[in-house]
C-alpha cells in the first residue's frame, strides 16, 4: 500500500460526459501528479501541483482540468469524453515535488468511455 | 513519441537466467529511475540514479546510468518468477518524469 488513495477504482461512461476524479496523497506529501495510460502511449504524464498550485504540464488536453485543494487532495476532470480517453488514470504524490524524488502511485482509477 | 526508448519491448526467460533491460534517450537527464507495475496496480520505485556513471546494486538487480546521463540498464541476475512484471524507466527534468513504454519480463517457473 502506497499510502495514496484513488477513487473511483473503475468508472464507465458515455461519450461527450463529464467525469471527476479523486486523488488523496500521502500524509506529509505535498505534490500530486496526474499520469494517462494507456496501452498505445504508455504512462503519459498530465500535470503537476505543489500545495496547490500547478507546477509543471505535461500533454493534457483542453478538455481536462486538475486542481489541488488546500487539504492536498486533488481532483482531476475530464470532460466532452471520447472513445481515445479510455484509459487508467494513476495519481503519484511526493514530499517536495522534484525529480529525484520517489513518487508514490495510486492504484488508479480505470476509465471506459463508450 | 517517446523520449525515452527502452529495449527489448517484451523479454520471456526461465526461472534461474540473467536479463538485461535498457533505456536510451537523445536527452540528458538529471536523474533517472526505474520502476516495476504489476497488472492492476501503480507502479512502484526500485531505484533512483542522479550521477553519471553510477551503479546501484539491490539485491539481485544492478542499475546502471550512462556517463552522459542519457542512458541507463537494468540487470537481474537468476531471475525469479517474482520479477515478473513491467519495468519502467523515466528520466527526470525540471519538475517532470518522462515515462518510456515499458518491457514487459516474464520469468517462467
Known amino acids: 500500500d502506497s499510502g495514496v488513495t484513488q477513487t473511483p477504482k473503475h468508472l464507465i461512461t458515455a461519450t461527450g460526459q463529464r467525469v471527476t476524479l479523486r486523488c488523496s496523497p500521502r500524509?506529509?506529501?505535498?505534490?500530486v501528479y496526474w499520469y494517462q495510460q494507456s496501452l498505445d502511449q504508455g504512462l503519459q504524464f498530465l500535470i503537476q501541483?505543489?500545495?496547490?498550485?500547478?507546477?509543471a504540464k505535461g500533454n493534457i488536453l483542453e478538455r481536462f482540468s486538475a486542481q489541488q485543494f488546500p487539504d492536498l487532495h486533488s481532483e482531476l476532470n475530464l470532460s466532452s469524453l471520447e472513445l481515445g480517453d479510455s484509459a487508467l488514470y494513476f495519481c503519484?504524490?511526493?514530499?517536495?515535488?522534484?525529480?529525484?524524488?520517489?513518487?508514490?502511485f495510486g492504484p488508479g482509477t480505470r476509465l471506459l468511455v463508450l | 513519441t517517446q523520449l525515452l526508448e527502452q529495449s527489448p519491448q517484451f523479454l520471456s526467460i526461465q526461472e534461474g537466467e540473467n536479463l538485461t533491460v535498457y533505456c536510451n534517450s537523445s536527452?540528458?537527464?538529471?536523474?533517472l529511475q526505474w520502476y516495476r507495475q504489476e497488472p492492476g496496480e501503480g507502479p512502484v520505485l526500485l531505484v533512483t540514479?542522479?550521477?553519471?556513471?553510477e551503479v546501484k546494486k539491490l539485491k539481485r538487480l544492478t542499475f546502471q546510468f550512462g556517463d552522459a546521463r542519457k542512458d541507463s540498464s537494468l540487470h537481474i541476475t537468476a531471475a525469479q518468477p517474482g520479477d515478473t512484471g513491467l519495468y519502467l524507466c523515466?528520466?527526470?527534468?525540471?519538475?517532470?518524469?518522462?515515462f518510456g513504454a515499458g518491457t514487459t519480463v516474464t520469468v517462467r517457473a
Open positions: 503519484a504524490s511526493s514530499l517536495a515535488g522534484t525529480s529525484y524524488e520517489t513518487q508514490y
Open positions: 500524509s506529509g506529501d505535498l505534490s
Open positions: 501541483y505543489y500545495n496547490g498550485e500547478e507546477r
Open positions: 536527452s540528458v537527464f538529471s536523474s
Open positions: 540514479v542522479v550521477t553519471g556513471g
Open positions: 523515466a528520466g527526470g527534468s525540471d519538475y517532470k518524469l518522462s
